[in-house]
């Protein structure tokens, strides 16, 4: 009996097991970091051309597009720097979430805006702008966010 456990002590961490022991020893924040960085740049990219589609119509159009380059810096910053993991990474994710939550509600407000506004729900929410796209990019801001709270490896 005493030699089955030294094996399984020996064993090599896999799946669920690996991703704890990475959160608990700190690798985790820097690959969230990571991510963080990659997901910004995906987003704001893809944000891009659907709002290149309704020609920049609003202003507030451009502050994803700028906030996910930002957001990837801030990110980078976050796997290179702790300091900057524990200041640039939150604030800059915590204005993408914002700007999320924003979104979700002048995409509502579009769609309301469409001939028959909600009445007409089932085609204007597929017609009009994407209610629920903005909540993707609240999910970007949560993971740096996230990766701003979980502990530095040593």
Do not use: C
Not at 9 to 28: M, Q, S, Y
Not at 41 to 57: C, N, R
Not at 102 to 108: D, E, P, S
């Amino acid at each position: 009996m005493g030699r089955r456990q030294a094996a399984v002590v020996e064993a090599p961490l896999v799946g669920i097991d690996r991703l704890l022991k990475n959160v608990e020893t700190g690798r985790f924040e820097r690959s969230l970091s990571a991510l963080t960085a990659a997901g910004a740049l995906v987003m704001a990219a893809e944000i891009y051309f659907e709002h290149d589609k309704a020609s920049f119509g609003n202003r507030l159009m451009w502050l994803p597009v700028v906030l996910g380059p930002v957001g990837a810096v801030a990110g980078v910053a976050g796997v290179v720097s702790k300091r900057m993991a524990k200041t640039a990474l939150p604030i800059t994710s915590a204005a993408i979430v914002a700007n999320g939550l924003q979104g979700v509600y002048l995409h509502a407000r579009g769609v309301a805006q469409k001939p028959g506004g909600w009445r007409n729900f089932t085609y204007n929410v597929e017609m009009g702008p994407p209610i629920l796209a903005p909540l993707l990019v609240t999910v970007v801001g949560g993971m740096g966010l996230l990766a701003a709270v979980l502990r530095r490896e040593r």
